[in-house]
Nanobody, 122 residues
Framework: VQLQASGGGLVQAGGSLRLSCGAS????????MGWFRQAPGEEREFVAA????????LYTDSVKGRFTISRDNAKNTVYLQMNSLKPEDTAVYYC????????????????WGQGTLVTVSS
């Protein structure tokens, strides 16, 4: 599976962005998809995950109520809608694919996209 993330950019605090991650391959619908982020000098951290059928979702506490993960298996794409952005959301955001059920640990993901930079100004 090859992943390509897009949609990052510069936004003011309180604004919104939608990240997209397109995947190659015919088995996209069988993977759990996740979003991670890495701020400068920090470890890459889990943000959100969605199960293969789009029903089950998980979020890290800091984004609950502000971010929404979704997927369109017909388009081989997973999305991350980010609202009420804060300066502390500034990071490179990565999409990732994992075999099996919901995953939250970086080491549990098998495939990674190249990352897209989100910068939130105060």
């Amino acid at each position: 599976v090859q992943l390509q993330a897009s949609g990052g950019g510069l936004v003011q605090a309180g604004g919104s962005l939608r990240l997209s991650c397109g995947a190659s391959g015919r088995t996209f619908s069988s993977y759990t998809m996740g979003w991670f982020r890495q701020a400068p000098g920090e470890e890459r951290e889990f943000v959100a995950a969605i199960g293969w059928n789009g029903v089950s979702t998980l979020y890290t506490d800091s984004v609950k109520g502000r971010f929404t993960i979704s997927r369109d298996n017909a388009k081989n794409t997973v999305y991350l809608q980010m609202n009420s952005l804060k300066p502390e959301d500034t990071a490179v955001y990565y999409c990732a694919a994992a075999r099996g059920t919901m995953r939250t640990m970086r080491t549990q993901y098998d495939y990674w996209g190249q990352g897209t930079l989100v910068t939130v100004s105060s």
